[in-house]
Nanobody, 115 residues
Framework: QVQLVESGGGLVQPGGSLRLSCAASGIIFSMYAMGWYRQAPGKQRELVASISAGDSTNYADSVKGRFTISRDNAKRTVYLQMISLKPEDTAVYYC?????????WGQGTQVTVSS
């Protein structure tokens, strides 16, 4: 049974920081590309950042320079470090694991950026 469990979301003021974590089980974690997506109310889910099995990273233009994705294969965990947060970063953030025809999602964690 595959599980992706996100944590680290919450309420933060503009300019603040958060670190999201996603712990995976039930997959050979090191083989999977991992990603963080987000979905704001009334909007489509969008890719925020991804990291390949070989540690290549990709970021949405809106978060470049502010967000950093990383992975720890020994801990089977992917992280999203977010700094200089803006109100427009408010969304539910989802963890994704992808390998060919295998595509898994976490349940999401809410990030709210507000004063």
């Amino acid at each position: 049974q595959v599980q992706l469990v996100e944590s680290g979301g919450g309420l933060v003021q503009p300019g603040g920081s958060l670190r999201l974590s996603c712990a995976a089980s039930g997959i050979i974690f090191s083989m999977y590309a991992m990603g963080w997506y987000r979905q704001a109310p009334g909007k489509q889910r969008e890719l925020v950042a991804s990291i390949s099995a070989g540690d290549s990273t990709n970021y949405a233009d809106s978060v470049k320079g502010r967000f950093t994705i990383s992975r720890d294969n020994a801990k089977r965990t992917v992280y999203l470090q977010m700094i200089s947060l803006k109100p427009e970063d408010t969304a539910v953030y989802y963890c994704n694991a992808y390998l060919g025809r295998y595509n898994y999602w976490g349940q999401g964690t809410q990030v709210t950026v507000s004063s």
